[in-house]
T-cell receptor
Framework: EPEVTQTPSHQVTQMGQEVILRCVPISNHLYFYWYRQILGQKVEFLVSFYNNEISEKSEIFDDQFSVERPDGSNFTLKIRSTKLEDSAMYFC????????????FGSGTRLTVV | GQQLNQSPQSMFIQEGEDVSMNCTSSSIFNTWLWYKQDPGEGPVLLIALYKAGELTSNGRLTAQFGITRKDSFLNISASIPSDVGIYFCAGLEGAQKLVFGQGTRLTINP
């Protein structure tokens, strides 16, 4: 069963530091997403990415956030200057073009900002 | 943005019992999805619904898309220990964005 792979599984960083969360989407998928889940809360949309550009982003996805697909396999989320409230699980997801909307999610990266 | 209200927030049942949970919205969604999340894992798709009134089954799971497109329910029959987890409904807003409900935490007593 194809998987979305995320690394690291857990990252601890100091407030103000930059972090990069990494994802390897399913190889033939063309749409890529980042979602986050603050502990005990619902999953929230951050950004969608298609054809090497952002197609939609939420109000959470401010100037501190950026995404990149640096090569044919990786999809990254960068937070430039982390804040305590950025502590959350970050999920990467991908789906096929023209496929149904049942995205495949990765297992997540737990980001802890101290 | 649109919001989904999911209920109940938590359920405590005996193994073998049937489970029912639902999701409502003040706005129309054209696609509804039900996901399950195990601890430390990402959401896993259970059932996708595309047409108003659609009733879809996946093993012991059954979900329906409300006629008004503003609600959906998920039923689990004859629950087993591995059904434990958090169940989320999600609606597709626009072409890309999934809006999730708050989740229903299911606990099963053996």
């Amino acid at each position: 069963e194809p998987e979305v792979t995320q690394t690291p599984s857990h990252q601890v960083t100091q407030m103000g530091q930059e972090v990069i969360l990494r994802c390897v989407p399913i190889s033939n998928h063309l749409y890529f997403y980042w979602y986050r889940q603050i502990l005990g809360q619902k999953v929230e949309f951050l950004v969608s990415f298609y054809n090497n550009e952002i197609s939609e982003k939420s109000e959470i996805f401010d100037d501190q956030f950026s995404v990149e697909r640096p090569d044919g396999s990786n999809f990254t989320l960068k937070i430039r200057s982390t804040k305590l409230e950025d502590s959350a699980m970050y999920f990467c997801a991908s789906r096929l073009q023209g496929g149904h909307y049942g995205y495949t999610f990765g297992s997540g990266t737990r980001l802890t900002v101290v | 943005g649109q919001q989904l209200n999911q209920s109940p927030q938590s359920m405590f049942i005996q193994e073998g019992e049937d489970v029912s949970m639902n999701c409502t919205s003040s706005s129309i969604f054209n696609t509804w999805l039900w996901y399950k999340q195990d601890p430390g894992e990402g959401p896993v798709l259970l059932i996708a619904l595309y047409k108003a009134g659609e009733l879809t089954s996946n093993g012991r799971l059954t979900a329906q898309f409300g006629i008004t497109r503003k609600d959906s329910f998920l039923n689990i029959s004859a629950s087993i220990p591995s059904d434990v987890g958090i169940y989320f409904c999600a609606g597709l807003e626009g072409a890309q964005k999934l809006v999730f409900g708050q989740g229903t935490r299911l606990t099963i007593n053996p």
